[in-house]
């Protein structure tokens, strides 16, 4: 299962192609004097406000400044909390239902990577405290749960 695949600073610096098939590419529009957007946006050029990446993946300039001119920092983190919270347990659940041992790691690898970003997004903001503490109980019994599966499994997560 990949995840999510994303713009690094690397794909601004070079065409030098990532390797494997969640490679992210920008859609090349035609610009002034035949460039793409692309090559227009190297050289400073401001980009255009959407942008589609492979897989219809899309960055939308647009609707990000909508957002975060209208809705409170806190509230943009607290819901993001959440979200990465929610696809955390379902990692760990579905970890947990697995037989195969290496299917069940790559979940949990999953579980922990969206716990992490849950966490990061909780602690965002001045009163942080009680709400990264409610996002890291909501994950709490699914997180040991998961755990415990694939200690009971594998011999080396025992030790």
Same mark, same amino acid.
């Given at each position: $299962?990949?995840?999510? +695949?994303? *713009?690094? #600073?690397? /794909?601004?610096?070079?065409?030098? %192609?990532?390797?494997? +098939?969640?490679?992210? @590419?920008? *859609? @090349?529009? +035609?610009? +002034? @004097?035949?460039?793409?957007?692309?090559?227009? /946006?190297?050289?400073?050029?401001?980009?255009?406000?959407?942008?589609?990446?492979?897989?219809?993946? $899309?960055?939308?300039?647009?609707?990000?400044?909508?957002?975060?001119? @209208?809705?409170?920092?806190?509230?943009?983190? =607290?819901?993001?909390?959440?979200?990465?919270?929610?696809?955390?347990?379902?990692?760990?659940? *579905?970890?947990?239902?697995?037989?195969?041992?290496? %299917?069940? !790691?790559?979940?949990?690898?999953?579980?922990?990577?969206?716990?992490?970003?849950?966490?990061?997004?909780?602690?965002?903001?001045?009163?942080?405290?009680? !709400?990264?503490?409610?996002? #890291? #109980?909501?994950?709490? #019994?699914? =997180?040991?749960?998961?755990?415990?599966?694939?200690?009971?499994?594998?011999?080396?997560?025992?030790?």
């Amino acid at each position: $299962m990949d995840p999510i +695949p994303t *713009v690094t #600073d690397r /794909s601004r610096d070079s065409d030098a %192609e990532a390797p494997g +098939p969640s490679k992210a @590419k920008p *859609v @090349k529009a +035609p610009g +002034p @004097k035949g460039r793409s957007q692309q090559q227009r /946006s190297r050289r400073g050029a401001p980009q255009g406000s959407r942008q589609m990446l492979q897989g219809g993946i $899309m960055i939308d300039v647009e609707q990000a400044m909508e957002e975060i001119t @209208k809705v409170p920092a806190a509230t943009i983190h =607290r819901t993001a909390a959440f979200a990465w919270a929610s696809r955390a347990i379902a990692g760990y659940r *579905v970890c947990a239902s697995k037989v195969a041992v290496q %299917e069940g !790691l790559s979940y949990l690898y999953l579980g922990e990577h969206y716990r992490e970003a849950a966490l990061a997004h909780a602690a965002m903001g001045e009163a942080w405290q009680p !709400l990264f503490a409610e996002i #890291d #109980d909501a994950m709490a #019994d699914d =997180r040991a749960r998961a755990f415990a599966s694939m200690r009971g499994r594998s011999p080396a997560a025992t030790r």
